[in-house]
């Protein structure tokens, strides 16, 4: 049977930013939009109101794999074992503190 | 923008759950737990109590639907805005407030909600919004001391939001705090030309404005901490980080300043300056009629969300067609 | 209550004030949308689109009123109905979202053809004007241009609406490239093109979108809309009641 409420929702997209050339696309939040050239326009004009954003990529929610953070201990804690290679654990003296 | 202390949780989402837990669950809600004492972030798809998820998407989808309610008193005036400059000043703001709406209606669909969910629960009452919104502009100066006085409670309310646990919410509020703050100087900017360089009749308009807003105001920041009991979980789980008591009097004690130098009197014969306390005694709220509007006997709540089902049910055949034309085009660029 | 500004109507003010007047007249209107939208990020591009209109009347008002020592809003909120020179096109009430969608087409393609044409006007100010407002306008007219498909190849009802949308509008398109002394003084001096002189591409442009749409214009009729001139609908009375009212009412008024 179908969703009422499906039946005419629009699917989400999510929105990604990169505001300046030399940086990396940053996810900045999602919308709804019926279709890709929609989803930029509204991108536009949501995400990007204040500066000239200057480059938007839109990806249909459902489009998107994620890692399970159930599985956080498989792919991330190896890296907490290794203490070393985290900054912190050089102390400096302060003068020098800044890297 | 107009989030308001919603401590008016329904009372089942406040009590710990009857049912047994397995030993998995309890190690999940003992590790939960202690991210929350150290500060950390809580993302969209991390376990969390079933209270806690519920709890949120109240809080953010009702602060949405807020944001996009309040696009209302305002918008009432864009048409008649009495200069070219501040007609553009009201469009860029109230565009704000639809974008704020969209970053929260983005955040809350993170915890497992749809838009068209929340609209519907909006517009069935069953789900809230600001009080301070079912209130009438009923003249130019009402958008000036919205500005100053609504925005400014609503930035108070939310900048501690913004070290909310729950990151998806968070980073909503940097960047609707970021935007929030022209909100404010604009409406006080656009108060104080009229009360120094304004007509008579201007000042006056004024002065009427702010005796009509400034106790609804004062409620935006939801009743007295000894009335709130839901306060104790919300600040438990990092969503509220500071009491409604403590946020008002700040707003008080900014405020009293602020009308000083417009030349406004705020309509409280009880505020006093208290010198133990280094604080601005005030007057007693009339906690009867915030209970009230926020029941749906305010001036304008019928009107407000009369507006919104009408826009939302008038638009319905706007929406269908655009998915109709996006299927037909998927069919189209298969087939070629 | 705040009397009417009296202002020469020299032809090179009156070329401005039908450019200006379109903007901010269309700004108007599109405002009015604000909160009702059919959605959300709707509401806010429609929004953001009033919001470059009334940018390009400022600019646009300002520089015509400078010559007489008249601002911006002296003109915007003060003057009498007969001198708004906007083509009728742009007062008319907002209709559904498909009649808004296609006047936006109409308008937007209008603009954008002007603008790009008075980037190189004799006068300096204008084609600094043109130069920022043609980007605006190229945005404005594909967003009308995407719905106008959207809802004329949607379904059934959006197809239906989108039919009457143009059956309304169409008649006053005529109005928009009419030659007259106003248009030949400002192609003689350099100031503009002739509204006429985009004729011939803004039939091609809007003509392609709406057989895109699958939506037939109607037979052309002889009817002339004269807001240009200064003679306006019932519609533009009360939009400039709304819109000059806290001008008028308050004499002095510092905003």
Redesign the interface.
């Known amino acids: 049977m179908t969703n009422p409420e499906t039946r005419t929702e629009w699917p989400l997209w999510e929105v990604f930013v990169r505001s300046r050339a030399g940086l990396d696309h940053k996810h900045c939040g999602s919308l709804h939009a019926a279709d890709a050239a929609m989803a930029i326009q509204m991108a536009r004009d949501v995400y990007t109101r204040r500066q000239e954003g200057c480059s938007l990529w839109v990806v249909p929610s459902a489009q998107i794999t994620a890692s399970d953070p159930g599985d956080k201990d498989m792919y991330f804690d190896p890296a907490e074992d290794k203490v070393y290679r985290h900054p912190t654990f050089y102390k400096l003296p302060s003068e020098v503190d800044h890297m | 923008m107009y989030t308001q202390a919603m401590d008016t949780m329904p009372k089942e989402l406040g009590e710990a759950p009857k049912t047994l837990r397995s030993a998995e669950e309890l190690a999940l809600q003992q590790r939960f737990d202690a991210r929350i004492d150290a500060g950390d972030f809580i ?1 969209a ?3 969390m109590p079933d209270n806690y998820r519920k709890t949120l998407l109240r809080q953010i989808s009702q602060h949405a639907h807020s944001e ?1 309610v309040g ?2 008193p305002e ?1 009432n005036w ?11 000043i009201l ?2 703001k ?3 407030e ?2 704020h ?3 929260l ?3 809350a ?1 993170t915890l497992g909600t ?4 929340m609209i ?1 629960a909006l517009h069935t009452g069953r789900a809230k919004y600001s009080s301070i919104f079912n209130y009438p502009t009923l003249s ?1 100066a009402d958008i000036g001391t919205i500005g100053w006085l609504v925005d400014g409670a609503a930035i108070m309310n939310q900048v501690p939001i913004c070290r909310c646990s729950y990151a998806p919410y968070a980073r ?1 509020m940097i ?1 609707i705090c970021r ?1 929030e703050s022209f909100h404010q100087r604009q409406g006080y900017d ?1 108060l104080l ?2 009360m120094q ?3 008579d ?2 000042r006056a308009m004024v002065q009427d404005a702010v005796n009509r807003w400034w106790w609804p105001c004062l409620m935006m920041f939801g009743p007295p901490d000894d009335q709130s009991p839901n306060s104790a979980q919300g600040m438990r789980w990092g969503i509220k980080r500071v009491s409604n008591d403590t946020l008002r009097q700040k707003f008080v004690d900014a405020t009293v300043d602020q009308a000083r130098v417009l030349g406004v009197t705020l309509p409280d014969p009880d505020l006093t300056w208290n010198e133990a306390r280094q604080h601005w005694d005030f007057g007693a709220i009339d906690w009867p009629e915030f209970f009230r509007v926020v029941a749906g006997d305010g001036p304008c709540n019928q009107d407000r969300l009369a ?1 919104r089902v ?2 939302w049910d ?13 299927q ?2 998927a069919t189209r660029q298969q087939a070629a | 209550m705040t009397a009417s500004i009296q202002l020469q109507q020299d032809t090179a003010t009156q070329y401005l004030l039908r450019l200006g007047d379109t903007c901010l007249i269309l700004g108007q209107r599109l405002g009015e949308w604000c909160g009702h939208g059919p959605v959300l990020e709707e509401d806010i591009a429609l929004t953001n689109m009033a919001l470059d209109l009334i940018g390009q009347a400022r600019a646009l008002l300002s520089h015509a009123g400078a010559g007489q020592g008249l601002d911006e809003d002296q003109l915007a909120f003060l003057r009498d109905e007969r001198d708004y020179r906007n083509p009728t096109l742009v007062e008319l009430p907002r209709g559904d979202f498909a009649f808004t969608v296609q006047r936006n087409l109409m308008a937007a393609t209008l603009l954008k053809l002007l603008w790009q044409r008075l980037q190189t006007s004799t006068d300096a100010e204008l084609a600094a004007i043109a130069g920022k407002a043609v980007k605006e306008a190229r945005y404005h007219q594909q967003h009308a241009a995407d719905w106008v498909v959207r809802l004329g190849d949607g379904t059934a009802e959006s197809a239906r609406r989108s039919q009457a949308a143009l059956a309304q509008l169409w008649r006053y398109v005529p109005e928009l490239f009419d030659a007259d002394a106003v248009d030949d003084a400002a192609a003689a001096s350099g100031l503009g093109p002739r509204w006429a002189d985009v004729q011939a591409d803004w039939q091609a442009e809007v003509g392609a979108v709406l057989a895109e749409a699958g939506l037939q214009p109607p037979v052309g009729s002889a009817f002339r809309s004269t807001g240009k001139r200064g003679v306006h609908t019932e519609h533009m009375g009360h939009l400039l009641a709304t819109m000059q009212h806290l001008q008028r009412a308050y004499p002095g008024g510092v905003w």
């Open positions: 993302e798809k991390d376990w996009i696009m209302l918008g864009i048409s008649r805005a009495p200069t070219l400059k501040r007609k553009a469009l860029a109230v565009q704000d639809g974008g709406g969209l970053y209606y983005a955040a669909e749809s838009r068209d969910q519907d130019w909503a960047r935007e656009s030309v009229m360089q304004g007509t009749a201007q507006n009408q826009a008038d638009g319905a055949w706007v929406r269908e067609a655009a998915l109709a034309h996006a037909k085009q």
